[in-house]
């Protein structure tokens, strides 16, 4: 198995940057894709960024292109998220996902993804 552990998170003000780490330890060589998504209290889990782990192949929420960008360091075995122009939209708690059996079209979808981290809190102040 694969198990992503996040970290990073905490309070920002908007407009300023934040950058979120995803560790991932156990079959990392198995690992097809990562991704980042996250969940405010009351609504849906949103994708926000995922990172093909080989190939460079990277996607984005239409509303985070411009401000996000997702890395990562496989001789670390670790994922990148670095957020920036940050609003009080993304106040959410931030979940590092990964999946060994993805379709590439389906990237963005949660359901795509079998390993989860317990999430970090992002606090954007106004």
């Known amino acids: 198995q694969v198990q992503p552990v996040e970290s990073g998170g905490g309070l920002v003000q908007a407009g300023g940057s934040l950058r979120l780490s995803c560790a991932a330890s156990?079959?990392?060589?198995?690992?097809?894709?990562m991704a980042w998504f996250r969940q405010a209290p009351g609504n849906e889990r949103q994708f926000v960024a995922s990172?093909?782990?080989?190939?460079?192949?990277?996607g984005y929420a239409d509303s985070e292109k411009g401000r996000f960008t997702i890395s990562r360091d496989k001789s670390k075995k670790t994922m990148y998220l670095q957020m920036n122009s940050q609003k009080a939209e993304d106040t959410a708690v931030y979940y590092c996902?990964?999946?060994?059996?993805?379709?590439?079209?389906?990237?963005?979808?949660?359901?795509?993804?079998?390993?989860w981290g317990q999430g970090t809190q992002v606090t954007v102040s106004s």
């Open positions: 996902a990964a999946g060994s059996s993805i379709i590439a079209s389906e990237t963005s979808n949660a359901r795509a993804y079998s390993y």
């Open positions: 990172n093909r782990w080989s190939g460079g192949s990277t």
């Open positions: 156990g079959r990392t060589d198995n690992i097809y894709a």
